[in-house]
């Protein structure tokens, strides 16, 4: 995070850095010239690429290593909330993202209060949260459901169906997240 690089750590122990120059900033183009600042989470897409929740950027970021290239696919153009495409998309400190069998990432937004779904397309669109930061289980559209400044979220396919779980941290607790509904 602090570094502002995105870095692998081989099974022998050997790390490399994948993108990132020296120093925090906003830089989409090559690996080397790219440029983050303070990116908490990270998710490969089935595609390959890395997707990147870079934190102070307010931004999601795509990594392709085959291409050498870094761009940014949703967010970056400061704090807020707004869905949208692409820049059109706002956040505010992204702090965690996982990725769905259709390469859909779900997004945890920590200042919205909210859990957000970016298409490969770059489309934004609030999957849960209303933005009050709060307790609050819905039995139907989890659009109404509460979090307090949630930090984590995996992606499970389950005999249920495809299920969301996300680290609630100021309700100390881990919640489930269905298409329709919301729980702890």
Known sequence: ?????????????TVTT?????????VDGTLSQSKFMYPCGVAVAETGQ?????TENHAIRVIDVAANAVGTVAGGSGAGYQEGTGAGAKF????AVTMDWENNAFVV????????RVNPNGETL?????????????AG???????????AVAFANTASGP??????????????????????
Not at 128 to 136: C, F, L, Y
Request: glycine share 10%; no cysteine; aromatic share 8%.
């Open 1 to 13: 995070r602090s570094n502002s690089r995105i870095r692998k750590v081989a099974p022998d122990g």
């Open 18 to 26: 994948i993108a990132g120059a020296s120093g925090p900033g906003k």
């Open 50 to 54: 890395i997707v990147v929740a870079d």
């Open 92 to 95: 505010t400190y992204p702090m």
């Open 109 to 116: 937004d920590k200042g919205n209060h909210r859990i957000r």
């Open 126 to 138: 609030l999957m849960a949260g209303d933005g009050t930061a709060g307790m609050k289980d819905v």
């Open 141 to 151: 559209d989890t659009k109404f459901g509460q979090f307090n400044n949630p930090l």
């Open 163 to 184: 299920m969301a779980y996300v680290a609630d941290s100021f309700n100390y607790r881990v919640r489930k997240l269905f298409p329709n509904n919301l729980s702890t």
